[in-house]
């Protein structure tokens, strides 16, 4: 398998927080230029070395860098779409300053370029028993009988090819049932909650903490024949923005939480107030090294599990919330 090279650039006192939120994003190993380190080397005056290579002297003047790297194929260009959104976030986000320029190169192509390259990868996908996944360029397989669901790769997380989005559908056709309400926290593209209306939901509202994911939610949307009737998309953050909790409402019957382990502990607290009596809740985008860790503050809620699936390291569970 052929890797590609992923590189952010940030500040020193970022660099652990980033690579743990790297890794809730299935990144497994780091490779770490710190100019603060180095100097911090240099000026140490009981090293025992006598002579230092030159080009070790440039480390000290470096950028501060954190690198990786991602599969050559769909899953790592999903993976690259859901560090893209974590990275627009952090950007625009209170702490900004703290994580510095976060800019991000793959190889030596840049991130936006990179990006025009992902079509390779997209091919029509069958999820469930219902749903077929596929970008707008691919045409119809013949003999199709499936529902067409029509995504295109873009900076938002969710085309249906990583395994925490096929298993949020897989578990959302399960339960859902005809003119159900739907809430999709973290939406990212929108996949969830556009699936689950195309599945039979009467409704849904959708958030993200990127704006250009609500954006690319709702335009995706109307690509589907879905219009602003049927379908709501927010830009803000639950988890500190009563006024949009508010807005939101209560009364679904499904929520989709298709985000990272982190996230999804600090949002329990706040599932149950979205949801009606007995309401399901379907959360994912979680490592499998944190599965219990998350259930177990899910179910303190009062939740019920009902379904852990698992596929190549990521989780997904369904749960109920009480009467």
Not at 176 to 196: F, W
Not at 239 to 248: C, F
Request: glycine share 10%; hydrophobic share 40%; charged share 25%.
């Amino acid at each position: 398998m052929n890797w590609f090279e992923v590189t952010i650039k940030t500040e020193t006192p970022a660099v652990d927080v980033l690579c743990a939120m790297l890794t809730d994003h299935g990144v497994k190993g780091f490779s770490i230029q710190d100019k603060e380190s180095f100097q911090e080397f240099l000026d140490d005056k009981d090293g025992k070395w006598d002579y230092i290579e030159e080009d070790l002297m440039g480390l000290a003047e470096c950028d501060t860098t954190v690198t990786f790297y991602l599969p050559d194929d769909a899953q790592g260009a999903e993976q690259m779409a859901g560090v893209r959104g974590m990275l627009e976030a952090l950007r625009n986000g209170e702490n900004a300053a703290f994580f510095g320029a976060l800019t991000l190169t793959v190889g030596n192509v840049s991130e936006e370029d990179w990006a025009n390259n992902w079509k390779q990868y997209f091919k029509p996908l069958p999820i469930g028993q219902q749903l077929l996944i596929k970008p707008s360029w691919e045409p119809v397989p013949e003999g199709n009988t499936r529902t067409i669901l029509e995504i295109d790769p873009a900076s938002s997380f969710g085309t249906g090819q990583h395994h925490t989005t096929r298993l949020c559908l897989e578990l959302t056709e399960e339960v859902l049932q005809k003119d159900d309400r739907v809430l999709d926290l973290g939406c990212g593209s929108g996949i969830l909650s556009i699936g689950a209306i195309l599945l039979g939901a009467k409704c849904a509202t959708a958030v993200d903490i990127v704006d250009n994911s609500v954006r690319t939610a709702i335009e995706n949307a109307e690509k589907n024949g879905i219009g602003a009737d049927r379908y709501t998309a927010y830009c803000g953050d639950i988890i500190g923005d009563a006024a949009l909790r508010e807005t939101i409402g209560t009364g679904y019957d499904l929520i989709c939480a298709n985000i990272v382990a982190d996230v999804l502990i600090a949002m329990a607290p706040l599932f149950g107030g979205f949801l009606k009596s007995q309401g399901y809740l379907i959360v994912s985008g979680i490592i499998t090294e944190r599965a219990d860790e998350v259930l177990d503050v899910l179910t303190a809620q009062g939740f019920e599990k009902l379904k852990v699936h698992e596929k190549k390291g990521w989780c997904a569970a369904l749960l109920r919330a009480g009467s």
